[in-house]
């Protein structure tokens, strides 16, 4: 029974949920982002290019048998991932930075407060 006991704490963790709800999720931002390049912007980019070399798609395109229009279209798939990634941070830390400037109002002094900084005062003007 200890070894499932530890188990069940160990899976409820926060961490562990945590990681699982990240893992989900970028497994299904990583389908939008690959969607976007392979589907809109690889296209977009390459069309005038490959009418001009006379091909249709982007894997036809070899020369003496090495397949260099796949690794084109790999090259350009990480760029476009790449700058989609570095745009969706650097959005994220400037949301970061205006948290973090927003200044917070300083503490309410409590009475005893007061009443010590009335006594501080007070044995300052008579000594």
Excluded: H, Q
Aim: charged fraction near 20%; aromatic fraction near 8%.
């Amino acid at each position: 029974m200890g070894l499932i006991k530890e188990f069940k704490e160990f899976a409820v963790k926060g961490n562990v949920l945590d990681l699982a709800v990240g893992v989900i999720v970028g497994a299904a931002f990583g389908k939008i982002v690959n969607s976007l390049v392979e589907d809109i912007i690889t296209p977009l980019l390459l069309n005038p290019a490959l009418k001009a070399a006379g091909a249709e798609n982007i894997a036809t395109l070899t020369w003496n048998g090495v397949k260099y229009g796949n690794f084109i279209a790999a090259v350009i798939n990480f760029i476009c991932i790449a700058f989609v990634l570095f745009l969706i941070i650097k959005g994220a830390n400037n949301l970061k930075k205006k948290e973090e400037a927003a200044p917070s109002a300083p503490p309410v002094p409590t009475k005893e407060e007061v009443l010590l900084t009335e006594i501080r005062d007070l044995l300052k003007t008579k000594a």
